[in-house]
């Protein structure tokens, strides 16, 4: 089988297996139209984290979080940090690792702006990834937050 055979197999199966596990809901997720706690909600405002006495906080624009939509990113840090580095991964399947380029606009904000994308079952939950260098130390945290929420 020559190369191209291969690919002409594989691509479909790939893709069929990341429809069907999108369509899947975890048990950790909640029915559609309840809200989950542990989600963070751009609806109402920001969301904040504290690790190791860091205080990191993102805001995404709209703040339904559309999806296949240009999305503004932003992150606040109370402390001053360096190597500041961010990627997006589906929580609860995958859906590639999506880099999130920052850009410092301010002492301690970063600004970005990435695209999602699109979840067949219309529950898809984004996991962001954070990490950063404080007094010499590695700290990392994330941030579950749901696409197309549409509920306040």
Known sequence: ???????KILLPLIISLG????GQKDTKN???GSSDPTLCS?????CTKSTKGVNFTIK???EEVPSEQDLHFRLTVDKTVINVKARLEGRDM???IIPVVLSQTESNTYDSQFMLGSCASGYMVWRLFISAEYQGQQINTHFDFLADNKQK
């Open 30 to 32: 909640v029915e559609k």
């Open 1 to 7: 089988m020559g190369d191209m055979t291969i690919s």
């Open 60 to 62: 995404i624009s709209p």
């Open 94 to 96: 995958f859906m590639g």
């Open 42 to 46: 751009f609806l109402d405002n920001s």
């Open 19 to 22: 429809l069907i596990g999108c």
